[in-house]
């Protein structure tokens, strides 16, 4: 095994919100094909901020900040949730010097990101009053990055 052309080094969220939606009208046969709530990939509002610094000191490695946010607030779903953390990535320099493997390092950060975020709100979620939520897999490849 060896170690990926980009590594992150931290994360911390900076807005997690989950609560109940007790207006929406829940049944349990929602939760026929999995133990999970899952919303609507579709629905979910994403934002990515790709930000790297202006200067660096001489030697210094060279990194880059991906804030990630998703926001979810439908009428029929049994949870309102919003989410806002920043990674720091530190990529192969290699990895940083072309537009395109700068998208690469926006989808691959995003997605580490993300993961993140679906275990968090699993985590949550299982205590509150209508069960477990999943957030669906998604493809990260469709999303440009805002610099």
Do not use: C, W
């Not at 990630?68 to 953390?85: I, K, N, Q």
Request: glycine share 4%.
């Amino acid at each position: 095994m060896k170690l990926a052309s980009m590594q992150l080094k931290h994360y911390h969220y900076t807005r997690l919100l989950l609560e109940a939606n007790d207006s929406a009208d829940i049944s349990d046969s929602d939760m026929r094909n999995s133990p999970y709530r899952e919303p609507e990939a579709g629905k979910l509002k994403t934002s990515i901020v790709l930000g790297e610094p202006d200067a660096l000191e001489e030697g210094a490695e060279r990194f880059f900040l991906l804030t990630l946010g998703l926001e979810y607030s439908e009428p029929d779903f049994p949870y309102h949730f919003a989410v806002e953390l920043d990674g720091i990535f530190v990529p192969d320099e290699q990895e940083v010097e072309s537009e395109d493997a700068k998208n690469r390092l926006v989808v691959n950060a995003a997605s580490i990101l993300y993961s993140s975020v679906r275990d968090q709100l699993l985590t949550l979620s299982a205590r509150h009053k209508y069960g477990p939520m999943m957030l669906p897999s998604v493809d990260f490849h469709t999303i440009a990055p805002q610099s």
